[in-house]
Antibody, heavy 119, light 108 residues
Framework: EVQLVESGGGLVQPGKSLRLSCAAS????????MTWFRQAPGMGLEWLSY????????YYADSVKGRFTISRDNAKNSLDLQMTSLRDEDTAVYYC????????????WGQGTLVTVSS | DIQMTQSPSSVSASVGDRVTITCRAS??????LAWYQQKPGKAPKLLIY???RLESGVPSRFSGSGSGTEFTLTISSLQPEDFATYYC??????????FGQGTRLEIK
């Protein structure tokens, strides 16, 4: 069974940093690209960042470029999102996801981890 | 960036009704479109991909159509478990994808 489990969320002050992780199991992690999304309270879904299977390609949304860094460890089946210079508007549930068939569509999602940025 | 606009933003319907949700892209995206269902506190669930292909395990009352800039998701006969929020997602510019703002389907 495919599982994606996010962790690392919590309450953090503006300007501080936080590192999210996504533990993958039930599939050959090293052969799948991975993506982070987020959803602010009561709002829609926002694409944040993409990393290819071998980590050689990374993309970021303009809203997080220069502040967030995506990385993965294929030996540990894990995906990370390092978040710095956090702002109030970064408050959201953060999801990791992947596409098992067509990589362009996301059929596997984690349960999400809540990040609250507040003083 | 390609903008995705869903209509309506919310709709009220009854069990057994037929419901159609529309998604328009700001430029042509061929058939690079997916539909997701999201229930409160849960992750999105993939329903339709490539505009009209039904994801494995999704009931056949869900169907998708369209290409280019206009797409529809139709639920042929609403069931109680279908009341949720629905999102379209364009994949034409993958990996830099965008979603519609969502359509909330409520019980009348």
């Amino acid at each position: 069974e495919v599982q994606l489990v996010e962790s690392g969320g919590g309450l953090v002050q503006p300007g501080k940093s936080l590192r999210l992780s996504c533990a993958a199991s039930g599939f050959t992690f090293s052969t799948y690209s991975m993506t982070w999304f987020r959803q602010a309270p009561g709002m829609g879904l926002e694409w944040l960042s993409y990393i290819s299977d071998s980590s050689d390609t990374k993309y970021y949304a303009d809203s997080v470029k220069g502040r967030f860094t995506i990385s993965r460890d294929n030996a540990k089946n894990s995906l990370d999102l390092q978040m710095t210079s956090l702002r109030d508007e970064d408050t959201a549930v953060y999801y990791c996801a992947t596409g098992s068939g067509w990589q362009y569509y996301f059929d596997y999602w984690g349960q999400g981890t809540l990040v609250t940025v507040s003083s | 960036d390609i903008q995705m606009t869903q209509s309506p933003s919310s709709v009220s319907a009854s069990v057994g009704d037929r419901v159609t949700i529309t998604c328009r892209a700001s430029q042509g995206i061929s058939s690079w479109l997916a539909w997701y269902q999201q229930k409160p506190g849960k992750a999105p669930k993939l329903l339709i991909y490539a505009a009209s292909r039904l994801e494995s395990g999704v009931p056949s009352r869900f169907s998708g159509s369209g290409s280019g800039t206009e797409f529809t998701l139709t639920i042929s006969s609403l069931q109680p478990e279908d009341f949720a929020t629905y999102y379209c997602q364009q994949a034409d510019t993958f990996p830099q994808i965008t979603f519609g703002q969502g359509t909330r389907l409520e019980i009348k």
